[in-house]
């Protein structure tokens, strides 16, 4: 009788738990362990152990122990690959889908078309998801600042949808936008059949993937404002926000940017981190457990900074103006397009020279913003890429009562 009580009453208390376990905190993701409280990771000073742990050094070219199904490695500014490992294999993403969702959203934000401020009402279907949540509530109102927050932070799939719901209009359009925007950005090996990466038949993409939407959406700073953030909190601090990505508090010019894991998935994450203008982005695709996950990235994010090094090409302070020939105006001051960074591997950096074409006489009329010259980047001599020169302003053609102004001004001048 004392032993069924005790039974009982055990089982209340575990009752009542989880039902405030939802004002407290944000579990961390699909399926990983609970952050642990608040407190203890506001006391927590030093690195853990596990992160003390030096990466082996491998050269170019070598092989990356890596328990990942798929990974890869690529650099932000020039899209290129460092380092992959069945790259294009289609695998379930997990929550890595809300880089997609989070895109959209942040796109939508630099667009005008929605603000910050603006306030999203929760519908019955996002308050029904489960996985990672914020709790919300149907008819619960929350800024799209604060769903934001929850999505890149806490990986809520509550907020991912009602955010969704906002932009799209319903789920469905939403759905449709992500994959109208996956076949824009050249993402082959994708199809989204949710916003939030819950387990669903037909839903899949790629390391290759994952990072070529990574990259754009590295385009947006406002995500930085969010991918950043270690702790916060909801709801005048009931609900408390810690980063499923334990490489921003831990790893060295760690900016980003989302994890994922389910029992199908395993664990997945797209990290990526800053070092000295070098820009990387680190995707992994099924490692077996949370810690693997983050070991994978890290030894991709160490392989990239220690072998790697970004330089950008110094121009010009003055270019030469090019000669205008039949013109209102003699001549046209040239301007460069951008002029794209220089990726090389460390030893073998030589010197980064450039070189602008001679200003050939142009016939008017010249528009603005026709390109008039080249500058060619060159790497030890041999050319690596090339920039544009533009016309900075339009010459119009010579017209019979300017030419015939001119004439009549030279002769003044010659009396």
């Not at 906002?166 to 050249?186: D, K, P, T, W």
């Not at 994952?210 to 609900?239: C, K, P, Q, V």
């Not at 991709?300 to 020939?325: H, K, Q, R």
Request: hydrophobic content about 40%.
């Amino acid at each position: 009788m004392v032993r069924e009580m005790k039974r009982r009453l055990l089982s209340m208390l575990l009752s009542l738990a989880l039902c405030v376990m939802p004002a407290a905190t944000v579990l961390a993701d699909e399926r990983d362990d609970p952050p642990p409280a608040v407190e203890e990771l506001e006391n927590q000073q030093e690195t853990p152990e596990y992160w003390h742990t030096a990466a082996p050094t491998i050269a170019v070219g070598e092989p990356i122990e890596l328990t990942a199904k798929s990974a890869i490695l690529m650099e932000a500014s020039t899209g290129r690959v460092l380092y992959e490992l069945q790259a294009d294999d289609e695998l379930p993403p997990a929550s890595v889908t809300k880089i997609m969702t989070i895109l959209l959203i942040v796109e939508a934000i630099d667009s005008g078309k929605i603000t910050l401020d603006d306030p999203v009402t929760c519908s019955t279907r996002a308050s029904q998801m489960g996985g990672s949540q914020i709790w919300l509530k149907e008819g619960e109102t929350m800024s799209v600042h604060e769903l934001l927050k929850a999505t890149v932070i806490g990986s809520a799939n509550d907020a991912t949808l009602a955010l969704a719901e906002y932009v799209g209009g319903s789920e469905e359009a939403f759905i449709s936008m992500m994959n109208q925007r996956a076949a824009e950005l050249g993402m082959e090996h994708t199809v989204f059949v949710n916003t939030n990466g819950l387990p669903a038949e037909g839903h899949y993409s790629s390391a290759r993937d994952i990072a070529l939407m990574s990259r754009e959406l590295l385009r947006h700073s406002l995500i930085f404002d969010y991918t950043t953030i270690w702790m916060d909190s909801l709801r005048n601090g009931e609900t408390q926000l810690v980063n499923t990505n334990k490489l921003i508090r831990f790893y060295n010019g760690a900016t980003g940017l989302k994890t994922g894991s389910t029992d199908e998935a395993g664990y997945c994450l797209s990290a990526t981190a800053s070092r000295d203008d070098l820009d990387l982005i680190a995707v992994v695709l099924g490692s077996p457990s949370g810690a693997e996950r983050f070991d994978d990235a890290k030894r991709l994010l160490d392989y990239g900074f220690s072998n790697y090094t970004i330089v950008t090409p110094t121009l010009p302070a003055e270019f030469a103006t090019y000669p205008v020939e039949k013109g209102e105006t003699d001549s046209v001051t040239p301007v460069p397009g951008e002029v794209a960074p220089v990726l090389m591997e460390k030893g073998k950096a030589g010197s980064v020279t450039v070189e602008v074409s001679e200003p050939v006489e142009l016939q008017a009329p010249v528009e603005q913003g026709q390109q008039i010259g080249t500058i060619r980047v060159l790497l030890d001599g041999q050319e690596i890429s090339q920039t544009p020169l533009y016309a900075a302003q339009g010459v119009k053609k010579l017209s019979l009562w300017m030419c015939f102004k001119r004439m009549l001004e030279g002769l003044f001048t010659l009396s």
